[in-house]
């Protein structure tokens, strides 16, 4: 979908486009889309712009967040929970040694 020869977008379009996108409840893909560039591209745009906006003294508000389907947090959770299983079985193991020691210099 993006173009990376396009010619850039000025400010004018892309407030323009911003402003079309809110409006109708749309996210930054939507803005990307409408404009015919990657999601990173508008990112680096809205960045760039916003900055210079703030200057300015305008706060143009935020668009609808992006919906994740979970997988990435679900997956991540789950290696943390298998670290945090194979810890305690350490523990537990450690627990049983035989010398008396607690493992702390006294």
Known sequence: M???KAAP???KEFVSAYV???QAGGTIA???TSLHRSVEQVRAKKNS???NLKKQGVALPS????ERN???YLEAANIANEYIASMTNEGMTN???TDGSDGMDS
Request: charged share 20%; net charge negative; no cysteine.
């Open 9 to 11: 977008i000025s400010a």
């Open 63 to 66: 668009l609808k967040r992006q």
């Open 70 to 72: 979970g997988s990435n």
């Open 49 to 51: 712009l916003f900055a």
């Open 95 to 97: 627990e049983g040694d």
């Open 2 to 4: 993006s173009n990376p």
């Open 20 to 22: 079309q996108t809110h």
């Open 30 to 32: 939507d803005l990307a």
